[in-house]
């Protein structure tokens, strides 16, 4: 059975863990109103949703939390899929008492989102899926960018990796003259490490993503509002993906943000946050 246990302080915002299917989940809660769980992609903790969560949380209850292995959500116990992530998910909704949440989720996070609201079409009032695709596997075929990464973590020390990484997740533009060990050191706290290191489930995360193909889920979708929004210069999740995934569901709207790479919800997040604003009032 799960069991919870929570800290919350006088401004209402919550710190927990929950026990839940031989890991024990870390889980954060700030805000007030309709209930918002933002769910991550591969090889970052909660905190990662920070620049959405700290504007959104004036007017949403917004629960961040860390993947099984990741982060202070220890032991991963076993396989990592995407639908062991999405009970994690649920299980969290149920710990809070809500009975329905709008589901946010960012490249694998977007693939688990997708799996709440196919597994549990009444939990999910709303869904926003950024940086995804329709099959996992199109998210990790090798192209340049990520056989750079690949490379640097083989050959490279670790100012190579960093930079590598930096390349992934930021487009061209941020690095006109930028410093980039003080912008790695920037994202440091994003990402819950140093870019130069990749945490010990990652490759568990990215056999998740490999294996999972939303096609076999679309008709399971409730009929809820949904937004499929990508980044120009995304070598992880190309544009092109994200119109194929809106395409595939019916009413939902499609954006895609100019200049902007993998890493949107970091480096562009005023615009994220406005289109996520929108979305959750108009949901």
């Known amino acids: 059975m799960s069991t919870t246990e929570a800290r919350r302080g006088h401004d209402g915002d ?19 109103g309709a209930p918002v769980v933002f769910v991550q992609g591969v090889g970052l903790h909660g905190d990662g949703w920070a620049p959405q969560v700290d ?3 004036e007017a949403f209850a917004c629960l961040s939390f860390d993947h099984r292995g990741m982060g202070a959500s220890q032991p991963p116990d076993g396989e990592v899929t995407v639908e ?21 989720g ?20 709303s869904l926003a899926l950024l940086c995804c695709v329709v099959r996992g596997r199109d998210a990790t075929r090798v ?30 533009s941020a690095f006109r003259g930028a410093d980039l060990d003080a912008l790695a ?24 993503l490999r294996h999972y193909d939303a096609r076999a889920r679309f008709e399971a979708l409730p009929a809820v ?9 995304d070598p992880i999740a190309p544009p092109r993906f994200g119109t194929a995934l809106a395409a595939a569901i019916p009413g939902a709207r499609f954006v895609c943000i100019p200049d902007a ?17 929108g979305h959750l009032d108009a949901a």
Do not use: K
């Open 84 to 104: 062991r992530l999405a009970g994690d998910v649920l299980a969290l909704m149920d710990a809070q008492g809500w009975d329905s949440a709008h589901l946010v």
């Open 55 to 57: 504007v959104l949380s």
């Open 143 to 172: 192209t340049w960018p990520i056989a750079r990464v690949g490379m640097a973590g083989m050959f490279g020390n670790a100012r190579a990796r960093r930079y590598a990484f930096l390349r992934l997740v930021l487009p061209a």
């Open 225 to 233: 509002p949904t937004l499929v929004l990508s980044a120009e210069r």
């Open 261 to 277: 790479a993998h890493g949107v919800t970091i480096h562009r997040a005023p615009e994220v946050n406005a289109l996520l604003q």
């Open 106 to 125: 960012h490249s694998l996070g977007a693939l688990v989102a997708l799996e709440v609201a196919a597994t549990a079409p009444s939990r999910a009032r």
């Open 14 to 32: 919550g710190v927990g863990s929950l026990a839940h299917d031989g890991c024990t989940l870390a889980y954060r809660v700030r805000g007030a």
């Open 185 to 208: 050191a920037s994202l440091a706290p994003r990402f819950g490490h140093d870019l130069a290191e990749q945490p010990d489930v990652v490759d568990a995360q990215l056999a998740a």
